[in-house]
T-cell receptor, first 114, second 115 residues
Framework: AQSVTQLGSHVSVSEGALVLLRCNYS??????LFWYVQYPNQGLQLLLK??????LVKGINGFEAEFKKSETSFHLTKPSAHMSDAAEYFC????????????FGEGTQLTVNP | GAVVSQHPSRVICKSGTSVKIECRSL??????MFWYRQFPKQSLMLMAT?????????EQGVEKDKFLINHASLTLSTLTVTSAHPEDSSFYIC???????????FGPGTRLTVL
């Protein structure tokens, strides 16, 4: 069963436009949730994470995400895209039944057009 | 803080040879390290979880005799691809988890090309 689903393998926005990358999870118990960014030929950099507490999480580079339990979602947003935001973005979860094992979504390639 | 390094960053080898990739946590101790494989335009696939001082736990479908993992210290894990073949060419990424901390820190990856 797919634990993490990212809707849209490719998203294209104009510079200055809103960025919205979608992530849904499937778990009866809310997991720990993460968003990572990957630039070409590099490892992953953590943008933000949700474990407990406030459901609106602010991360680096102006990104934020909101955990919505009723929708089993953790969508990533940024009010105004920069050219430097062009990269691959991965949503990931740690299911509380699987120790510290990360399960990744398929990724979303973000393109920012001038 | 929480820096993870990998060495080498890129390696090209001939078919049939073995290649060792090192993963180090530079400023923290990692009880657990993870090894991932990533094909072009795809997500990360967990290969194995290694715990310091014990045998690695491999994911289903990953050949443990081909991908040897050693986690001899709290700051170093190694992945050895034995008798490499062209189909083993991939981007290998490690991550390390500080003790009692639900977050993994990723290395920069190693690009393996087998000719």
């Amino acid at each position: 069963a797919q634990s993490v689903t990212q809707l849209g393998s490719h998203v294209s926005v104009s510079e200055g436009a809103l960025v919205l990358l979608r992530c849904n999870y499937s778990s009866s118990v809310p997991p720990y949730l993460f968003w990572y960014v990957q630039y070409p030929n590099q490892g992953l950099q953590l943008l933000l994470k949700y474990t407990t507490g406030a459901t609106l999480v602010k991360g680096i580079n102006g990104f934020e995400a909101e955990f919505k339990k009723s929708e089993t979602s953790f969508h990533l947003t940024k009010p105004s895209a920069h050219m430097s935001d062009a990269a691959e973005y991965f949503c990931a979860v740690i299911l509380k039944t699987s120790g510290s094992r990360l399960t990744f979504g398929e990724g979303t390639q973000l393109t920012v057009n001038p | 803080g929480a820096v993870v390094s990998q060495h080498p960053s890129r390696v090209i080898c001939k078919s049939g040879t073995s290649v060792k990739i090192e993963c180090r946590s530079l400023d923290f101790q990692a009880t657990t390290m993870f090894w991932y494989r990533q094909f072009p335009k795809q997500s990360l696939m967990l290969m194995a979880t290694s715990n310091e001082g014990s045998k690695a736990t491999y994911e289903q479908g990953v050949e443990k005799d081909k991908f040897l993992i050693n986690h001899a210290s709290l700051t170093l894990s190694t992945l050895t691809v034995t008798s490499a073949h062209p189909e083993d060419s991939s981007f290998y990424i490690c991550s390390a988890e500080p003790t009692s901390y639900n977050e993994q820190f990723f290395g920069p990856g190693t690009r393996l090309t087998v000719l």
